[in-house]
């Protein structure tokens, strides 16, 4: 994929929660041409610490009336809704769009792999977060970010964060779904 500035992109982020009293937080995508215009939001629910956010993923994607512009798919990394763990691979393999997934800080792996051990589907989460691959990093505005892809080459990966990164060290898809995921959740962002 050469990635051009215009490229559309749907970038996904879920809002907050509490661990003990929320069984299900929103999960936001904003569909934006490059990092500068916004072209939509689609919204779907995913369970905290469930099994359902690869899927809720894929056919909020495929069924979307923006799927046929789209060139890319950005998560703000892999695990959602405390320990909802995304199959970027299958995603993209179900999509036919590459995956992105990115975070400001460097992934504890270790820690991740301990916590999942105290849910239900261990091995199925595992599975899910070692797909992923291996972790990169790139610096940006001084920054490092960290990354992860699927069906996406790593040069073209590094371009996607340059171009969409305008406001913050976060691909500006992500920064706004964030923002609207928070909004809905406590009433602001």
Request: glycine share 8%.
């Amino acid at each position: 994929m050469a990635f051009k500035e215009k490229c559309k992109i749907v970038g996904w982020d879920d809002g907050p929660f509490e661990l003990e009293q929320d069984q299900q937080t929103p999960l936001i995508g904003v569909v934006m041409s490059g990092g500068r215009r916004v072209e939509g939001v689609l919204r779907n629910d995913v369970e905290v610490d469930g099994l359902d956010v690869t899927e809720k993923l894929i056919n909020s994607v495929s069924e979307s009336k923006h799927y046929q512009e789209l060139n890319l798919i950005a998560l703000a990394g892999v695990s959602f809704a405390g320990f909802n763990v995304a199959d970027i691979s299958k995603v993209a393999r179900e999509t036919g769009l590459p995956v992105l997934a990115v975070t400001r800080n460097e992934p504890d792996l270790q820690g991740f792999k301990s916590g999942l051990r105290n849910l239900p589907d261990f091995r199925r989460r595992w599975e899910a977060a070692r797909a992923a691959g291996e972790v990169h990093t790139h610096k940006l505005q001084n920054h490092r970010v960290y990354f992860q892809t699927a069906s996406l080459a790593l040069e073209d990966a590094k371009r996607v964060l340059e171009v969409t990164s305008s406001a913050s060290i976060l691909p500006e898809p992500l920064r706004l779904a964030d923002m609207i995921a928070r909004a809905i959740v406590s009433g602001e962002s």
